[in-house]
């Protein structure tokens, strides 16, 4: 064994056993009866069939793809945003970039109570400045509000963006500008058409993305609420596992969802094969 696979065995071990054992634990419970105080109980298919029939899980799904709806175009038109203007603009670029990143990297819950406090309706500095009351209790404006977190949190979509902006031919632009091409026609005839491969892998890894990090933002700040209004799919599992303790019924949820996200990466992974064999 060479000497980096030797450093790589503890990054290995740790995944071992923070992630595939227990990902391997609940697809076994996902078959059984299991409240976490009494041993499982096989069960077979039947978390399944109750999963077809369970209209609150449903209607989380529902919320999800929402969220995804709302939460994706924003989080990639800010990070392509942020990227063709710091592109643009080169000599701010070094100080601005780590201002981007840097919501990605505050802790969840952290961010999630600065944003408690800049939206609550009663003592907030936007409900004060703007009149908002409407962004935590109402069923719409809470789902925008959530979704609107997620659009500062852009840093890795942010450096790949910029990365393949700068990685265009100059020559191009060049051109362009020969032939009197304006702005606009740069941007949605050159640039964009350029970066657009990229892009929807972007993309496709934000609908992967916004599965997991909706989680903390509707539990500390709506609590699924306003009307069920931000109950996603992962504080569904969450409350039907620890507060219900049905943790075999929940394992189900959580493997089927595995297989959800396993097919758009598959799909991720053939357009990308296109993509290169195309190039």
């Known amino acids: 064994m060479n000497r980096t696979g030797f450093l790589a065995w ?47 899980l449903w209607r989380s799904f529902g919320n999800t793809v929402i969220y995804i709806a709302i939460a994706v175009p924003l989080r990639l038109a800010a990070a392509v945003g942020a990227a063709l203007l710091l592109n643009r603009h ?22 999630a109570l600065l ?9 907030g500095p936007l409900a004060a400045a703007f009149g908002f009351s409407g962004t935590l209790t109402d069923p719409w404006g809470a789902r925008v509000s959530l979704a609107v977190m997620g659009a500062f949190q852009i840093g890795e979509a942010f450096i790949v963006a910029l990365a393949v902006r700068r990685s265009i031919p100059r020559h191009v632009y060049e051109a362009a500008a020969v032939d009197g091409a304006g702005p606009w026609f740069t941007l949605s005839r ?41 109950t996603y799919v992962p504080l569904y599992v ?18 089927t969802m ?6 758009v990466v598959y799909v991720q992974y053939r357009l990308a094969k296109r993509w290169r064999l195309a190039a």
């Open 90 to 111: 080169r000599a701010a670029s070094t100080a601005a970039r780590p201002l981007v990143y840097l919501p990605t990297v505050v802790p969840d819950v952290a961010y």
């Open 238 to 255: 969450y409350r039907t596992a620890f507060r219900y303790f049905r943790l075999g019924y929940a394992s189900t949820i959580a493997l």
């Open 190 to 230: 050159l640039t964009l058409p350029l970066m657009a491969p990229v892009l929807a892998l972007l993309a496709l890894r934000d609908v992967i993305l916004s599965l997991q990090v909706n989680f903390v933002p509707a539990l500390l700040l709506t609590d699924g609420g306003p009307r069920y209004a931000t």
């Open 10 to 56: 503890p990054f290995l071990a740790g995944v071992a056993a923070l992630v595939a054992v227990p990902a391997l634990a609940a697809a076994t419970l996902a078959f059984t009866e299991f409240s976490g105080v009494q041993p499982p109980r096989f069960t077979g298919l039947d978390n399944f069939s109750r999963l077809v029939a369970d209209n609150a």
């Open 115 to 123: 944003w408690l406090w800049l939206l609550n309706p009663l003592y």
């Open 258 to 263: 595995f297989v959800i996200t396993a097919l």
